[in-house]
């Protein structure tokens, strides 16, 4: 009989936005909505900060994965930011993925997540080749776009500010995909206490 350790699960690392920054958001969502992109937009509560995505892990996984996080999180203090501008992957031209962006101490964000792939990859876990761009995936293209209804949408939205906010815990979830849509599962929360 199969042990549980060989099941393997969708999962990544992330950190969680608060509630008054996901209503800010949704906003915006609302608003882009007008432009008639083909898009399909993430719900709310779905939009997150990614620090590492895996792809499947199994059980077994999970032990070093959380040796990883406890180290980093003992070395940095919560991270002050908030979302700002919008943005595209990969271009205007061919765009697959709008964006909310970041600001405040983005630095600090960016050395918290290196660190976090660095042990990672002690760990046998692959390194991320794309060098990291702190974002908050809003929406994915379903089909090519109108360059410059897409412009014009960028341009009205450039000045988009939230509220600052505190990003404390790094958080590890689980990813199944459902007909309805993802089912985020948290698997284990490490709070970032550096002072």
């Given amino acids: 009989m199969q042990r549980s350790q060989d099941l393997t699960m969708r999962a990544f690392i992330a950190l969680r936005l608060p509630e008054n920054i996901l209503s800010s958001i949704n906003k ?16 709310p509560g779905h939009i997150h900060l990614t620090l590492k995505f895996f792809g499947d ?15 980093c999180a003992g070395n940095c203090p919560p991270v002050t930011l908030s ?23 983005v630095p600090m964000l960016s050395t918290l997540q290196d660190a976090l792939e660095k042990m990672l990859e002690k760990s046998g876990f692959k390194k991320e080749e794309r060098p990291f761009k702190g974002h908050l995936t809003i ?8 360059s410059e209804k897409l412009i014009e949408a960028m341009r009205t939205h450039k000045d988009f500010n939230t509220d600052i906010f505190e990003a404390g815990e790094i958080i590890l ?3 199944d995909l459902l007909p309805a849509g993802p089912v985020y599962t948290e698997l284990l929360k490490v709070p970032l206490t550096a002072s």
């Fill in 83 to 105: 979302a700002k501008g919008i943005g595209v992957f990969q271009s205007v031209s061919r765009p697959r993925v709008i964006w909310v962006g970041l600001s405040g101490q």
């Fill in 173 to 175: 979830f689980k990813s």
């Fill in 139 to 146: 929406g994915r293209f379903k089909e090519r776009v109108n």
């Fill in 28 to 43: 915006i969502q609302e608003d882009l909505k007008r432009y008639r992109l083909p898009v399909r937009w993430v719900r």
């Fill in 57 to 71: 892990i199994s059980e077994s996984d999970i032990k070093n994965i959380k040796i990883a996080i406890d180290a």
